[in-house]
């Protein structure tokens, strides 16, 4: 399928559900792989404003989750453009688009739809103890805040040198500035679950409110965790399932997204490269859409071979060149256009085989320990 076909999907919805539908998806493709941005939200405003006054908006969403602080900005900007909205969840809606959807009036679940907790991992550098190097590192906000209460509830540690020799432990692997971020975002997290919350049409009670903030931001001890119907119901947000009609269209245009952004088709960065080294592919990894018209995050995947250069490397270009016949009594001068002009048609099939014989001579001599990928030229596209 495609834009024709998904536009089609999108009238029947509306029409099923009475509503405006936009549409929100971020790919999960590895190893370039998409998350809810503030990049997204000038061409989510594009399709509000096309919008303009709506009684009622649903926003079809499949996201592995981002950063913590666009949901915010994308929840008053659909309550400022509908009287009611719901959003569609015919899959995954993690992390960020987990707290994207506690704004929601209805929380529609698909049979395969799924929230997650909304526990935040801030990504830092640290240095290497006994080594001169910084590498980049993933910390979780929840990891940090269980630590503290191993130690003090499970290790029943309570005298302050025996805590603050365990928190030693802590710095050492997290540095002070990082764990003030951690903490801040720690903060964060709960007051923008709070805040959106109660930016519903009916907000939920001061008991329920702190029921769903709490589980979601550390009662759920995995990252990963799928958080169902059922159990999204247990904890009291608002859901409801998709209805026998709704059901199979929210996955036909789930389908149809998964094959535009290859989310199903995993790319192997070592395979991808080789034996020459280098991989580059045009793609697009986020979609926001609407009947209207679509909006397409494009730009180009590269992926490059990492080798260990050996302190010396032999190259051995192999020249077959047949030189020509030259006429008896042929002038100097004529010979040497001649060879000239062999020299000159050959000069690319020469260049060719030296860079053959260089990757040839990196393969046998110079082992790969590893690979970079990286996207390059992102930007949106917009189109009817």
């Known amino acids: 399928m495609g834009r024709k076909e998904r536009k089609e999907i999108i009238g029947k919805i509306e029409a099923h559900r009475k509503s405006k539908l936009l549409c929100y998806v971020t790919g999960d493709r590895s190893p370039i792989t998409a998350q809810i941005g503030d990049d997204a939200v000038r061409p989510i405003f594009d399709h509000l404003r096309a919008f303009k006054k709506v009684s ?6 499949y996201s592995r989750g981002g950063a913590i ?13 509908s009287d009611e909205w719901r959003i569609l969840i015919p899959f995954r809606a993690n992390s960020a688009a987990t707290l994207l959807a506690l704004g929601a009036d209805a929380i529609v679940m698909g049979k395969q739809g799924e929230l997650g907790p909304i526990d935040p991992t801030l990504n830092t550098k640290r240095v290497v103890p006994g080594q001169n190097a910084i590498v980049q590192d993933a910390v979780s906000v929840e990891d940090v805040m269980a630590f503290v209460k191993f130690i003090q509830e499970r ?103 998964e094959s535009e952004l290859k989310i199903r088709e995993p790319l192997d960065p070592v395979a991808a490269v080789g034996t020459k080294d280098a991989y580059d592919e045009d793609a697009c990894i986020a979609v926001v859409e609407s009947a209207a018209s679509v ?23 192999n020249l077959s060149l047949q030189a020509p016949t030259l006429p008896q009594g042929m002038a100097p001068q004529q010979a040497q256009q001649m060879l000239q002009q062999l020299l000159q048609q050959a000069q690319p099939a020469l260049l060719q085989g030296a860079q053959q ?28």
Not at 56 to 61: G, H, Q, R, Y
Not at 214 to 235: F, K
Not at 300 to 317: F, G, L, T
């Open 69 to 81: 602080d666009v949901p915010w900005r994308i929840v008053n900007a659909i309550r400022a453009a």
């Open 295 to 317: 909006h397409r995050h494009v730009g180009r995947i590269e992926i490059r071979a990492k080798r260990q250069m050996p302190p010396q490397m032999n190259v051995n270009v």
């Open 56 to 61: 009622t908006l649903d926003l079809f969403i």
């Open 357 to 384: 014989a260089v990757q040839d001579a990196l393969a046998k001599q110079a082992p790969l320990i590893g690979v970079d990928a990286a996207w390059r030229g992102g930007h949106w596209t917009h189109e009817p």
């Open 155 to 257: 290790c029943g540690l309570s005298e302050q040198d025996a805590i603050a020799t365990a928190a030693g432990k802590l710095i050492d692997r997290v540095d002070a500035v990082v764990l003030g971020s951690l903490y801040r975002t720690h903060s964060h997290i709960r007051d923008v679950a709070r805040r959106t919350l109660l930016s519903r049409k009916q907000p939920p009670n001061d008991q329920v409110l702190t029921t769903i903030v709490q589980t979601l931001a550390e009662q759920v001890y995995a990252h990963g965790h799928a958080i169902g119907y059922e159990a999204a119901t247990a904890i009291g947000l608002p859901v409801e399932q998709a209805d026998d009609v709704l059901e199979p269209l929210m996955w036909a245009l789930l389908e149809d997204y």
